[in-house]
């Protein structure tokens, strides 16, 4: 255990967790107590983590979901939710709150600091979604937003279902890209019936391919996405 | 079920239902569409409201859980998530989205139609939140949370854990005010320890019955509640 200890600063300087802060966030901090009680866990004595924990994991399943639900504009809503279950489980949420330091920054009582808690996945995520809970309150939605997002971008990324999930023209969009292809011409050819309860026929060309194909649906955008969709089919046969 | 299906408009006007967003929402909606998802059940046609749901039920959560730590600056984080779970569960949203009217406006499948479908509580609660999400995506977070806090307003009043959960200093003024009696006054008598872990003596003080109370925290509004909690108390005994 000595070497766990080791680790881990026993005592903090007066000024802790300031320099800490200005090296992990983009803004600065308006009232450093909020984050001291994020990084305090119950264990220690003083104001501990345990109801910013709450609030930010409110806010960081509202981020998450609201992120997703914009990357993923075709998703349906179960798609969305075992994503987001994926993205923000305690496995992840530890393995950022590794990286950005969390774990030294920590104030533990001494029989969790003994047995090694400040490496312990669940008091770790608890303590980054109590500093998302004191971003939140210290800076807004805005700044919790850019901050979360980016802490989140390369989870995200390495979940597997997140690229099948991407939308068609996405896809698409990539798949051109990648090959230095110009990008597709969509174009409204039929709309059919009353106002809110319109029918739309797409038309998608990709001149440099001489490729077209059709897509039909209640919005523009459902019909581009289809029209989209057959095209990358099409591509891949062909290829 | 003849009765159900009269009590639903069976068809809708053009314009639906812009008239009931304007006698609804205290705000003027810009994009529609989004209300009208909002308001269609998957067996309905067109796009429906499943994934508005996911996004406003995470910012249901968020603002609920927002407005309970406000309001409850004292409760430990099992209090507040008892609290919530209360409060946004399927059985008063449903009473809510009712109440406003969610249910002469909901675009169902004939068979959801026929079997009154309308009036369960899980498609209401739904549309709900869907409609949350909708207004969120719309006008964003200031407009959702003032319309979100006047409609969990009276269920919160309602659940009888929330009163007993107020913190000290809110309930002796409240205690105060209804008996038409001077508020008290709070003086930091002492102040001890170092920057971070700072120790605060406070007294409490009621004039108009000449009595005093004190309270000792980590923080100076910690001491403050513990000489108001000390101060109700005596009030109590007294009367």
Same mark, same amino acid.
């Given at each position: 255990?000595?070497?766990?200890?080791?680790?881990?600063?026993?005592?903090?300087?007066?000024?802790?967790?300031?320099?800490?802060?200005?090296?992990?966030?983009?803004?600065?901090?308006?009232?450093?107590?909020?984050?001291?009680?994020?990084?305090?866990?119950?264990?220690?004595?003083?104001?501990?983590? &345990?109801?910013?924990?709450?609030?930010?994991?409110?806010?960081?399943?509202?981020?998450?979901? &609201?992120?997703?639900?914009?990357?993923?504009?075709?998703?349906?809503?179960?798609?969305?939710?075992?994503?987001?279950?994926?993205?923000?489980? &305690?496995?992840?949420?530890?393995?950022?709150?590794?990286?950005?330091?969390?774990? &030294?920054?920590?104030?533990?009582?001494?029989?969790?600091?003994?047995?090694?808690?400040?490496?312990?996945?669940?008091?770790?995520?608890?303590?980054?979604?109590?500093?998302?809970?004191?971003?939140?309150?210290?800076?807004?939605?805005?700044?919790?937003?850019?901050?979360?997002?980016?802490?989140?971008?390369?989870?995200?990324? /390495?979940?597997?279902?997140?690229?099948?999930?991407?939308?068609?023209?996405?896809?698409?969009?990539?798949?051109?890209?990648?090959?230095?292809?110009?990008?597709?011409?969509?174009?409204?050819?039929?709309?059919?019936?009353?106002?809110?309860? /319109?029918?739309?026929?797409?038309?998608?060309?990709?001149?440099?391919?001489?490729?077209?194909?059709?897509?039909?649906?209640?919005?523009?955008?459902?019909?581009?996405?289809?029209?989209?969709?057959?095209?990358?089919? /099409?591509?891949?046969?062909?290829?």
């Amino acid at each position: 255990m000595g070497s766990d200890r080791d680790a881990h600063p026993l005592s903090r300087s007066a000024d802790w967790p300031q320099a800490w802060l200005a090296r992990t966030f983009p803004h600065a901090p308006n009232d450093v107590a909020l984050y001291r009680a994020a990084l305090t866990h119950r264990s220690a004595s003083g104001r501990n983590n &345990e109801r910013l924990e709450f609030l930010g994991d409110a806010v960081l399943n509202m981020l998450a979901g &609201e992120w997703l639900f914009e990357r993923f504009p075709l998703a349906p809503e179960g798609d969305l939710s075992r994503l987001r279950a994926s993205l923000v489980s &305690e496995s992840p949420l530890a393995q950022i709150a590794q990286q950005i330091g969390v774990g &030294e920054q920590l104030q533990l009582g001494s029989g969790e600091l003994k047995t090694g808690g400040f490496r312990r996945e669940s008091i770790l995520a608890d303590a980054l979604e109590a500093l998302i809970g004191a971003v939140y309150l210290d800076k807004g939605l805005e700044v919790t937003r850019e901050w979360v997002r980016g802490l989140l971008a390369s989870p995200l990324a /390495q979940l597997p279902e997140a690229d099948a999930l991407k939308d068609p023209k996405t896809r698409l969009q990539e798949y051109l890209q990648a090959r230095a292809l110009a990008l597709p011409l969509y174009e409204v050819e039929r709309i059919e019936g009353e106002a809110h309860a /319109q029918h739309f026929a797409v038309r998608c060309e990709l001149k440099s391919l001489q490729a077209v194909t059709f897509g039909e649906g209640s919005s523009r955008r459902r019909a581009e996405q289809q029209a989209a969709a057959q095209m990358l089919q /099409q591509l891949v046969e062909r290829s």
